[in-house]
């Protein structure tokens, strides 16, 4: 994380530290699930005392609360950001979408949302808390699905929550965590085929 040069050398490390702490929480989470990290494992990595741990986040909870809201903003930035040409297809501004999602070359934050999405005692506050996040997100890509069904590339007769939550069923990387991890395919040539497979099946017929 780039700490902006007018903030205090105490800020900075402040904000350094809790970068450190989200990264090794991230990690812990990765090895041992949700239920079984601890917040006296998680300080005892970073090497902080478990005090100081707690001067950041007060409950293993806010630590994941953080972690998931990063990682969210992160891909709503990006999907906020990008160039988005006026002669683009819809398609080709969802599958850019599926692209920012995506990025993350070793994994690790998708399989740790798959994590945090699966853990039934969490991920219900875990959506709740983070709603303003996705709904953002959802929302362009609600606005990119009526915008291909206008433009004639998407079946007009699917309804568009049905599409929408296709899409993120669909394209998610955690709903295809099983082929990387235990088949052996890359997340390029499985994003290949299931993107080919959705666009393919919402696509408007021609009569």
Partial sequence: MKVPEHRSLKEKQRLEREELI??????VVLEKGYRDTSMDEIAARVGIAKGTLYLHFAKKEDLMFAFFEREMQKILQA???QPVAAEMSAQAKLESIVSIMHKDPSGKRANLLFILFNSEDFKIALQ???LDTLQRIS???MAYLEEGKARGEFDPDIPTGILLNSFFSVLSPRSHRRLFQEEGYTREEVMFCVQKIFFRGIAKRSS
């Fill in 128 to 130: 709740q808390k983070s």
């Fill in 22 to 27: 989200l990264q090794v929480a991230q990690d």
């Fill in 139 to 141: 929302d362009k890509v």
């Fill in 79 to 81: 999907i906020e950001q």
